[in-house]
């Protein structure tokens, strides 16, 4: 092997790492564990700091557990690749919280979902309120509707919440360091 390629191959598995804790491994998606912003320190050399944003997000009204989970979780993917990420606590501090509400109605074989995403800062006051309504295909007879809501219904209410949060989110930016520091020495 040329010491080029081995060089690439080298930095190419270093990227796949990096992305890979990125996306999860290191519990920045996970909706169990609370993003804390220690948790979004880099300490990989040669890499430049990373701006991230944190938002809060409450539990979403109006839905069933099962399909708020599902939408968190879309939201979340379409917020870390825009540097955001989420404090999926309730009792979450930031200096941005995203409140949103889901209600449905149904006619013989659609449901329309009405959605409100309200961007709201730290002392309470409303920065930007989204509303609109996306419709989906559900079966008469579906006793539980919410389950047949299609996912490209899923990807239009979560694309309105983060450009709704990615609008409001860089007031509270912290600076990942590439590197970790080290104390100066004493004298």
Not at 45 to 51: A, S, W
Not at 52 to 71: C, M, Q
């Amino acid at each position: 092997m040329k010491p080029v390629a081995k060089h690439t191959n080298s930095a190419l598995l270093l990227i796949a790492l990096v992305a890979g804790a990125l996306s999860g491994c290191s519990g920045l998606a996970s909706l169990d564990t609370p993003l804390t912003p220690s948790a979004l320190q880099s300490s990989v050399p040669g890499l430049p700091p990373v701006k991230w944003s944190l938002v809060a997000l409450p539990p979403i009204t109006g839905a069933p557990t099962g399909f708020t989970d599902n939408l968190v979780r879309e939201i979340n993917a379409k917020a870390k690749s825009v540097n955001i990420g989420l404090l999926v606590d309730p009792t979450a501090q930031a200096d941005v919280k995203l409140q949103g509400s889901l209600t449905m109605t149904r006619d013989s074989q659609t449901a329309k979902i009405f959605y409100r995403w309200d961007a709201i800062d730290a002392k309470g006051a409303l920065l930007q309120r989204v509303e609109g309504v996306a419709t989906s295909v559900v079966p008469k007879s579906a006793n539980e509707p919410w389950v047949w809501v299609s996912p490209a219904v899923i990807a239009e209410i979560s694309n309105k919440a983060v450009s709704t949060m990615t609008a409001h989110a860089r007031q509270s930016e912290i600076v990942s360091s590439p590197v970790a520091t080290a104390p100066a020495p004493a004298q």
